[in-house]
């Protein structure tokens, strides 16, 4: 399988679908979750609003997230430039993943939120989440002041609120070696509890990345969040989930896909056996008696 970082899975129909950092979007489809085919971009063309958004911008869109609601898919997604907090997310929509449907189209819906260097948040890496009620948030965050969560409208996918209220999810201590480094976040309700998963330390290092996959829960997507620990996420908070191996270095950005009953973690490592070239990861994720997520449970499956 080809270089894979960053990457969300979903299913519609028979076919997996999976969307990962790349020019345009990298779109992988798979029947089983082992052999993974590449099928082209969800962008052709460089998206006209991201160059005067994003000074220095490219068509190298990072960290789709994919989710369906209202109706029809949501796909947001990063604009960056490396290092730097001068971010936006945008959303595309499609009534279906299927190339071969006649109604297969990505519309632009344009900017959702961003971030400018005056701000103390980095607008990247969204994922969106349905509370209880239906309701999607969209949390997003890299560095600086760690991770946070806006409301959305259900029908167009944007801020619910003019100006946007920013509810701060996670965050660790500015100083020293790490310097505020959490990002990635991803939330999954279950039993009562919203779950977020982050990622710690850092990334696109090759085989001297030191990411690693972290978690905490709270009673209420809002917060407060805490680790099975009792530590709130906000002061560095996080129960450890996933981290290197002798061969998988820097695991982390995951997603959680439920199917049937199962979760599975999705996400990428660097991998020692191939000069550090980015692999997709996918894990069986259970559940503890007492609510918390554990892995590896069952043999990780290896990606073709």
Known sequence: ?????????????GTYYLFST???????????????EQHGRVFEQKIPWTSETIPGSTDYYWAPDISFFNGKWHLYYSV????????????????????????????????????????????????????EKKQPWLSAGSFWSGVKLIKLDRKTG????????????????????????IEAP????????????VSFDLCCRGTASTYNIRVGRSSKITGPYSDRDGKPMMEGGGTLLVSSSQRWRGPGHNAVFHENGADWLVYHAYDAE?????????????????????????????QR
């Open 274 to 302: 191939a000069f550090g070239a980015p692999k997709l990861r996918i894990e069986k994720l259970n559940w503890s008696s007492n609510g918390w997520p554990e892995t590896p449970s069952m043999p990780t499956i290896e």
């Open 186 to 197: 991803f939330i999954v309700h279950r039993k009562g509890f919203y779950y977020l998963f």
């Open 80 to 131: 960056s430039t490396f290092g730097k907090n001068r971010s936006a997310i945008g959303l595309a929509t499609n009534a279906t993943l299927d190339r071969t449907r006649p109604d297969y189209r990505w519309n632009d819906e344009g900017l959702v939120i961003e971030s400018k260097l005056s701000d103390d948040w980095n607008a990247i890496d969204p994922n969106i989440a349905l509370d």
């Open 22 to 36: 790349g020019r345009g979007i990298t779109v992988h489809t798979s029947k089983d979750m082992i052999t993974w």
């Open 158 to 181: 944007k801020p619910a609120n003019t100006p946007h209220e920013l509810v701060s999810l996670a965050g660790r201590e500015r100083g020293g070696a790490i310097k505020g480094a």
């Open 1 to 13: 399988m080809s270089r894979v970082h960053d990457p969300v899975m979903t299913k519609e129909g």
